[in-house]
């Protein structure tokens, strides 16, 4: 059972919009620290595609947005391509106990 | 060119150990925390340790606190997870990152696979 929550999959038609929920709780999101998220394709190593809550790195495609509000993250991919295909994690930082860095446990993004 | 390469993966049985090396370059290493991350087959991402950026203070997730030991040696630039008591459930992919404090994991390795097997 992952700290953070993401839906397991969704799907979308080439062009369309999706969206990604990520959700938290008042020790992690809640308490005002960022969400990050990752894409990992198979057989590679995650990338990040949205850093700080709704920043993209240099290279990213502006179709990918990010968003945060009270325990709550959201990956938005709009005009959805053939190669957006892959997992993606959200991530962030909780508070609880000694401390972690946590993850969402992934969700498969199928473009059909 | 940020590069992250780690080695020291393999077979081991149960209750064995491995070092694993994460060899850092491109960047200034002493400037970062460095992280493992680690991905069972078919699973998702599980943070598994930390260390800041002078070697100090570290941090471990709860199922490989009292097993797993984290380092770094900065004059060598790289980062070390040394795993002990292994078990099945700690065969993953182990991969390396970085990050400062707790901003994103920004770079990462290609990962290096454990595999506890009898």
């Known amino acids: 059972q992952s700290v953070l929550t993401q839906p397991p999959s969704v799907s979308g038609a080439p062009g369309q919009r999706v969206t990604i929920s990520c959700t938290g709780s008042?020790?992690?999101?809640?308490?005002?620290?960022?969400v990050h998220w990752y894409q990992q394709l198979p057989g590679t190593a995650p990338k990040v595609v949205i850093f700080?809550?709704?920043n993209r790195p240099s290279g990213v495609p502006d179709r990918f947005s990010g968003s945060k509000s009270g325990t709550s993250a959201s990956l938005a991919i709009t005009g959805l391509q053939a190669e957006d295909e892959a997992d993606y994690y959200c991530?962030?930082?909780?508070?609880?106990?000694?401390?972690?860095?946590?993850f969402g446990g992934g969700t498969k993004l199928t473009v059909l | 060119e940020v590069q992250l390469v780690e080695s020291g993966g393999g077979l081991v049985q149960p209750g064995g150990s491995l070092r694993l090396s994460c060899a850092a370059s491109?960047?200034?290493?002493?400037?970062?925390?460095m992280h493992w991350v680690r991905q069972a087959p078919g699973k998702g991402l599980l943070w598994v340790s930390s260390?800041?950026?002078?070697?100090?203070?570290?941090s471990y997730a709860d199922s490989v606190k009292g097993r797993f030991t984290i380092s770094r040696d900065n004059a060598k630039n790289t980062v070390y997870l040394q795993m002990t008591s292994l078990r099945a459930e700690d065969s993953a992919r182990y991969y390396c990152?970085?990050?400062?404090?707790?901003?994103?994991?920004?770079?990462w390795g290609q990962g290096t696979p454990v595999i506890v097997s009898s």
């Open positions: 990152t970085r990050a400062v404090g707790l901003t994103d994991f920004d770079y």
């Open positions: 491109g960047f200034t290493f002493s400037s970062y925390w």
């Open positions: 260390v800041n950026s002078d070697g100090g203070p570290t």
């Open positions: 008042s020790s992690n999101i809640g308490a005002g620290y960022d």
């Open positions: 700080g809550n709704s």
């Open positions: 991530q962030s930082y909780d508070y609880s106990l000694s401390g972690y860095w946590v």
